[in-house]
């Protein structure tokens, strides 16, 4: 993976102010950040198919928002076997510290947390690749139903770790960055969080080329319109 790339190609675009400006103000917004996901998957799906110039415009916007809206339904399927046990744990720690007089009650949640906090820890990696693995499928084959394949999506994470815990990394680290915005004074942050977002679709763009096999199904014609033409 070219991380330089992934986190210069935005300052290539020569229309990347209003693009970051325009995607900063909307991952504000409840609901409406639906379409900064959809964008950050639309970098993916050009990096893939070789665009030049990954970042798509603004124009979309409706075809954006829907895409975001079918990301975020598959990430939240894929992250219902944490919510399950933090709502178990927290019924459990709820039981124990109601129906309990005694003093040892106390140890008990400890311990119970103690055993619980690494699965989830470890729990939330593992999907965390897998959600990955499901928006590549979804990135290529425009199809929600592929990203809910599982043996499939299971399959591709497990023949090919090394590069998803990669993409993972990469991910982690653009957060990091955006999360610099925070430290100057609160600014900052309206930019370099819709960074992360960017720099995360085109290492995700980058593995999906990579690989050429998260799918059976052949990539069909951009749904985002043609990359700009820039003289």
Not at 141 to 150: G, Q, V
Not at 161 to 175: K, P, Y
Not at 204 to 229: C, E, F, H, R, W
Request: aromatic content about 14%; glycine content about 12%; overall charge neutral.
């Amino acid at each position: 993976m070219d991380l330089g790339k992934a986190f210069s190609f935005v300052f290539e675009d020569e229309k990347w102010i209003s693009k970051v400006l325009i995607g900063g103000l909307l991952i504000w917004i409840p609901i409406v950040n639906f379409a900064v996901l959809g964008y950050m998957l639309a970098v993916a799906r050009n990096v893939a198919q070789g665009n030049s110039r990954p970042l798509p415009e603004w124009g979309e916007f409706g075809t954006l928002f829907g895409r975001g809206f079918y990301g975020f339904v598959i990430a939240f399927v894929y992250l219902l076997p944490v919510f399950i046990l933090e709502g178990l744990f927290f019924c459990l720690t709820g039981g124990l510290a109601a129906g309990s007089r005694r003093g040892d009650s106390g140890a008990a949640i400890g311990l119970l947390g103690l055993c619980l906090v690494p699965l989830l820890i470890i729990l939330a990696l593992v999907l965390s690749l897998l959600i990955y693995a499901a928006l590549a499928r979804f990135v290529v084959t425009d199809n929600m139903s592929e990203a809910f394949k599982f043996s499939d999506v299971i399959a591709s994470v497990r023949t090919n770790i090394s590069t998803w815990l990669i993409l993972w990394l990469v991910a982690i680290l653009a957060n990091f960055v955006g999360g610099l915005g925070v430290i100057a004074c609160g600014v900052g942050v309206l930019f370099t969080a819709f960074y992360a977002y960017c720099v995360t679709g085109h290492a995700l763009g980058q593995t999906i080329k990579q690989l050429g096999n998260v799918t059976d199904s052949p990539m069909p014609p951009p749904a985002y319109g043609p990359p700009p033409t820039y003289q």
